[in-house]
Each structure stands twice: as C-alpha cells, then as structure tokens.
Nanobody, 127 residues
Framework: QLQLVESGGGLVQPGGSLRLSCAAS????????IGWFRQAPGKEREGVSC????????NYADSVKGRFTIARDNAKNTVYLHMNNLEPEDTAVYYC????????????????????WGQGTQVTVSS
C-alpha cells in the first residue's frame, strides 16, 4: 500500500528553522515528483515547493523563496523540506504529496497535480 508519512513539525520561534521529512513506504520514490503543501486554519491548501523525480528541477512559492529548500534522497526513499528564517505566517499543517510514475523530469506546485497525500505535520511559528 502506497503511503507517505510526514515528520519534523513542531513549535519554533520566529527566525528559527525546522526540517520536515516525507518518508514513502509501499513504493519507491525514484520516478515520482514530490510536492510540499500547507494549509492554515480557514485557508485553502497552497503549494510550497516541489522537486522532480531526479531532483534536477525544483520550484518554490514566492512566499518561501530564499528561505525554504527542498531536497530528496532516493536511497532513503525520503524527501526533505528545510525551512529557515520561519515567520508566523508559515504556521500551518504541512503535507507532502506524490505523483507518478512520470517520465518528465519536472514538477508543479498545484494541489490538483498530485495523487497521493500524507496526513500532515503541524508547524507553529510563535514567540
């Protein structure tokens, strides 16, 4: 059974850092594009970042460019989201999602572009 499990969320002060992990089980991530999304209370789910199957292509939402970095370790079947200089506006439940297998080495950060979703991990940025 294909499953994605997020971890690494928590409470952090403004300006702090967190690393989120997205671990896959039941399938190998090698041919899947992976996206990170977030949803704050009362708001729609929005795209944060994505990475292509090879890791050669990445995209970021304007709100996180320069602060977040996405990376993947296919040997560990895991994708990471490194979040630096966190702001209160980053508070949300963060989800990872997968789509594939796909031949193109590209990705998009659109909710409708993904098939498989994790359950999410809470990130709270507050002093």
């Amino acid at each position: 059974q294909l499953q994605l499990v997020e971890s690494g969320g928590g409470l952090v002060q403004p300006g702090g850092s967190l690393r989120l992990s997205c671990a896959a089980s039941g399938f190998t991530l090698d041919y899947y594009a992976i996206g990170w999304f977030r949803q704050a209370p009362g708001k729609e789910r929005e795209g944060v970042s994505c990475i292509s199957s090879s890791g050669g292509s990445t995209n970021y939402a304007d709100s996180v460019k320069g602060r977040f970095t996405i990376a993947r370790d296919n040997a560990k079947n895991t994708v990471y989201l490194h979040m630096n200089n966190l702001e209160p506006e980053d508070t949300a439940v963060y989800y990872c999602a997968a789509v594939g297998p796909i031949a193109q080495d590209m990705c998009v950060i659109l909710v409708r572009g993904y098939e498989y979703w994790g359950q999410g991990t809470q990130v709270t940025v507050s002093s």
